[in-house]
């Protein structure tokens, strides 16, 4: 059955109902105006009716004739269609709520597929720089948030907060001798999300593999502020290059980095612009969300990480 169908058939109930009530109001109030009498006839029937026969001697009234009250009866009608208004205010309101549904399942579905015609995850596909006409070893191109995505963000945010449970396959690209070869790991996943006080949105993920016996975590933390969205807390500039931002998706990129031993317990860090990351959060429905993660190595693509998840 369509589900905008569904409030126009519970609407066509109430306004039959609402007749219903209507008649019987009209005709209980015709009724009343009324003495009901009762007689038993020659047989031995006994009867009730409204107005007695001429011959039967035995007739009596067992309710006396009430008079019509026009304020009262008024009143009630008015009463009766207020609720009736509202049952259908109701009604309406229920089924643009089902609209916005099935529209935002119409947008999530949009950005999925425009998503997957921008990063095609064909192995050794070319990365999102290379797909820009950047070089390789470009840097990203950061920016500060535009008007309204700061409430995007955190309404994105918030609506990925709490326990999420679903599946999740890595997918890492091999060329043996000329010939591509694609390994697939799957895993079971718990993730939980949290934000805290100081604008940190971080979500850990519990990733559990039947096939090897083992568990590994991770951890996507983000750091938002009103005019820029980081994975790192007090930094100037964002290290992000944000690609779309709604209150339904987030997609970003970064580059990768690489830790260097220093001196004592000090370490430096040096950025790694062939590692590329294409990071896209989505929410595809009320109680689901997909997370992507493209990972490319001088501009190809190696390694594709997805996740489907869903709470209760």
């Not at 004592?264 to 860090?269: I, K, R, S």
């Not at 896209?280 to 997805?306: C, D, M, P, V, W």
Request: with cysteine.
């Amino acid at each position: 059955m369509d589900r905008i169908c569904l409030p126009q058939i519970v609407q066509w109930r109430i306004f039959i109902f609402s007749t219903i009530l209507a008649l019987m109001g009209f005709f209980c109030a015709e009724q009343l105006n009324a003495d009901i009498y009762q007689w038993v006839d020659e047989n031995g029937v006994k009867h009730f009716s409204n107005a007695p026969p001429a011959n039967a001697g035995n007739a009596k009234i067992v309710f006396d004739e009430h008079q019509h009250d026009e304020a009262a009866y008024e009143n009630r009608v008015k009463t009766d269609q207020k609720t009736i208004d509202a049952l259908i205010e109701e009604i309406k309101k229920k089924e643009q709520q089902a609209k916005a549904i099935v529209e935002k399942q119409k947008k999530f579905m949009n950005v999925k597929q425009n998503q997957q015609s921008l990063f095609g995850s064909k192995c050794f596909g070319p990365s999102y720089s290379i797909q820009q006409g950047r070089g390789v070893r470009h840097g990203i191109v950061p920016r500060y948030l535009m008007p309204g995505e700061f409430d995007d963000l955190l309404e994105l945010f918030e609506s990925l907060k709490g326990d999420w449970y679903g599946a999740a396959w890595e997918r890492t690209c091999k060329d043996i001798n000329g010939e591509v070869y694609q390994e697939i790991n799957n895993y079971t996943i718990k993730s939980e999300g949290t934000i805290h006080s100081r604008g940190q949105f971080i979500l850990k993920s519990n990733l559990y593999s039947r096939e090897s016996n083992s568990t590994h975590l991770e951890a996507l933390p983000l750091y938002l502020d009103p005019k820029k969205l980081t994975t790192q807390e007090g930094i100037s500039v964002s290290d992000l290059e944000l690609i779309s931002v709604s209150s339904d998706h987030l997609v970003y990129v970064q580059k990768g980095a690489t830790l260097l031993p220093g001196i004592g317990d000090q370490v430096a860090l040096r950025k790694d612009r062939e590692r590329e990351f294409v990071t896209t959060i989505i929410k595809t429905g009320i109680n689901s969300f997909s997370f992507e993660r493209l990972f490319y190595t001088s501009g190809k693509l190696k390694t594709i990480n997805a996740w489907h998840l869903e709470n209760n």
